[in-house]
């Protein structure tokens, strides 16, 4: 069922999620959500997340071939090393060539320097750029 409400953001650029909504999609006192902007489409979306304890997430950029079969293997390790992926979007940098693939996934029980040569090595990947540990904020 989809609800619309108008929200007013106050001085300090919050939103109060009304109740109806945030009871229809299990969100209570220190919940996680995900926040997402497209300025290309002037809009702003609200996911929740599946977590309600303290959580350390890692944003990575991943470069690998545009060739079929591709995001799929180092989506593959992923899986392998049992993370989610909590969010994904791929842009084609370089047509048959070079893409990108933008996730934010929780950190790997592993040194980060480790995850990232697994990328490379079994994942098929040409660069792994994780951007350090980010906490969450709440909203």
């Not at 300090?12 to 999609?25: E, F, N, Q, T, Y």
């Not at 919940?31 to 997340?49: G, K, Q, T, V």
């Not at 990108?100 to 090595?121: A, G, N, R, T, Y």
Request: proline share 6%.
């Amino acid at each position: 069922m989809k609800e619309t409400e108008i929200l007013k953001i106050d001085s300090r650029g919050r939103i109060v999620i009304p109740r109806s909504m945030r009871k229809a999609l299990g969100l209570k006192e220190n919940s996680y959500i995900m926040l997402i902007s497209d300025s290309e489409e002037n809009e702003l979306r609200i996911i929740p997340l599946p977590f309600s304890e303290d959580q350390t997430f890692m944003r990575i950029k991943v470069i690998i071939p545009d060739t079929p079969g591709a995001l799929s293997q180092v989506s593959k390790v992923f899986g392998e090393l049992g993370l989610s992926l909590l969010y994904g979007q791929t842009v084609v940098i370089k047509k048959g060539q070079t893409a990108e693939w933008s996730v934010i996934s929780p950190i790997p029980e592993m040194p980060v320097d480790d995850f990232e040569k697994i990328l490379i090595e079994k994942g098929n990947a040409i660069s792994v750029h994780v951007e350090r540990p980010m906490k969450s904020k709440m909203i």
